[in-house]
């Protein structure tokens, strides 16, 4: 390509210079030394005629040439190359450019310079910016937002979580969604994920899941599809609210009112019977006959203190009552538990094998419900055997040890067992696995107790072999956490 001796830009003598020489970016012409030979009116108007000038003289206001320069690999390999670069204005402005660059070859089939083009890319720069501060907003607003949130296959496997996510369930990409919200082996049954990618639409469900440390969440879960730009479902994001404060007052509700109707009819009884002792008692100082006061004395002291416990009963689930702790001999206390289910056992031909350590000592508990709960436990024990048809012989076996702080109660059976999914849930208010048989209220009112007590329940179970219920209760009680 040729120039003019007296012009900074192209000669006026063919049609593609004149296109050249008012092309919109920056184009020059360098030999191999990188001097500027020629440029277009565009590069003139902006850094002024900078013939004989180094390229990284004009572009950078440098006196030494780039680190990366396109030009001089376009020399070294004959190669066209493109970089983003700042180029400094007279002014001593910068701006963003993207410089193109080709050989121009000889007569004699070498380079003799390279054409470089740059293109001012300020405006595409400045819809980055926006394009990232978007991008920003909506990651922070899709990690911020305080619910769970994934995004998932066709395969239900999780491929994008949030924080709240990662925080109650763990980092598990890949993984199927029913594997990390309900450790299940399988799809749920009715899975609002599935159903938005069979019609595109929203679904709503409600959820119990389990969370790392083993909590059990109520969840509202909605589902929306994600599509590509053929209209294709590709993806469904789910989002799940924590609703479990909400549940817990309802079960709180919805419990109270169960105990009363359970309960109403035993009420009426004990009036009946208050309505008999008032008689007997009445009667009897009309008439002069002692015995008779006494016998309806002692009719309504006792229809008075079964009101006071039926009372104090629907008073704990209707408010957490704080237990009643007084010094307690833990073997005594589990042997008026034996006592009472040793009939059962022999009812129901299950071997009640039964190990208690003498040196257990006493421990500051609520007696009464600490029984409760111990019962509670030993009749689900009994109930897994009753319903176990596969084996031709059962046990249960009720221990209690001491093991360094704790008193430790130990109920094992080799029963019908419960799967991963059931185990989590068995604490669960209204859960129950034995269908129409079962409340859902004996287990969760056992753990509420335990709790109370600063205890805890391990639970360790398979199915087909059986469960064990390990409770550990602290022997000495920490006066600052009780009310």
């Known amino acids: 390509m040729q120039t003019d001796e007296a012009s900074p830009v192209f000669q006026d003598n063919v049609g593609f210079e004149d296109i050249l020489r008012s092309t919109p970016c920056f184009l020059s012409v360098q030999d191999r030394d990188l001097r500027i030979v020629a440029m277009n009116e565009y590069f003139v108007e902006t850094f002024g005629d900078a013939r ?35 180029v400094s204005l007279p002014d001593g402005s910068e701006i963003p450019i993207m410089a193109y660059t080709a050989p121009v070859y000889g007569p004699d089939n070498q380079i003799e310079a390279v054409v470089e083009i740059s293109a001012d890319i300020t405006p595409v720069k400045r819809l980055e910016a926006k394009l990232r501060e978007s991008r920003e907003r909506f990651r922070l607003l899709f990690e911020e937002v305080p619910c769970y949130i994934s995004v998932q296959d066709r395969e239900l496997r999780i491929v994008q979580t949030n924080r709240s996510f990662k925080e109650d369930f763990g980092d598990y990409v890949g993984a199927s969604c029913f594997e990390v919200y309900k450790h299940r082996g399988e799809p749920c049954l009715k899975c609002p994920v599935a159903a938005t ?21 109520h969840t509202l879960v909605s589902t929306a599809p994600i599509k590509n730009a053929e209209g294709e479902i590709e993806q469904v994001m789910e989002m799940s609210t924590n609703i479990s404060q909400i549940r817990e007052l309802q079960g709180q509700l919805t419990n109270l009112g169960l105990l009363v109707g359970s309960i109403s009819h035993g009420v009426k009884g004990l009036l009946t019977g208050l309505d ?20 309806g004395w002692k009719m309504i002291r006792r229809n008075v203190e079964h009101i006071r416990s039926v009372v104090l009963d629907l008073l704990y689930i209707a408010k957490e009552r704080e237990p009643h702790f007084e010094p307690v001999s833990l073997k005594e206390l589990a042997t008026v538990i034996v006592e009472m289910l ?20 006493t421990c500051e508990v609520d007696s009464k419900s600490m029984k409760e ?44 067992g419960m799967d991963r999914e059931t185990r989590e849930k068995v604490f669960s208010l209204f859960f129950s696995s034995k269908g129409v048989e079962g409340t859902g209220l ?11 007590h600063r205890g805890v329940i391990e639970v360790d179970s398979e199915p087909g072999k059986g469960t064990s219920f390990t409770i550990r209760i602290p022997k000495v009680r920490d006066q600052g956490t009780q009310a």
Request: net charge negative; glycine share 6%; charged share 35%.
């Open 342 to 361: 040793e009939k059962r056992a022999e009812d129901l031909e299950i071997d009640f094998q039964i190990d208690l350590a003498d040196d257990v000592g």
């Open 373 to 416: 709960s111990l019962l509670n436990i030993l009749d689900n024990a009994f109930d897994a055997c009753r319903v176990d048809e596969r084996k031709d012989s059962h046990f249960v076996r009720f221990s209690l040890t001491s093991e360094e702080d704790d008193a430790v109660f130990r109920i094992q059976d080799n029963g019908m």
């Open 276 to 295: 008999g002792g008032m008689y007997l008692l009445s009667t009897g100082m009309e008439k002069n006959k002692p015995e008779r006061v006494q016998k």
């Open 52 to 86: 004989g000038r180094y390229c990284y003289e004009v572009y950078k206001q440098c006196e030494s040439k780039c680190p990366e320069c396109p030009v001089e690999q376009t020399f070294l390999d004959g190669q066209k190359h493109s970089m983003e670069q700042l």
């Open 197 to 217: 990618f069979q019609d595109g639409k929203r679904h709503y469900s409600e959820e119990v899941v389990t969370s790392l440390d083993g909590r059990q969440i």
């Open 442 to 452: 004996g287990l969760f009112t056992a753990n509420k107790v335990i709790e109370k």
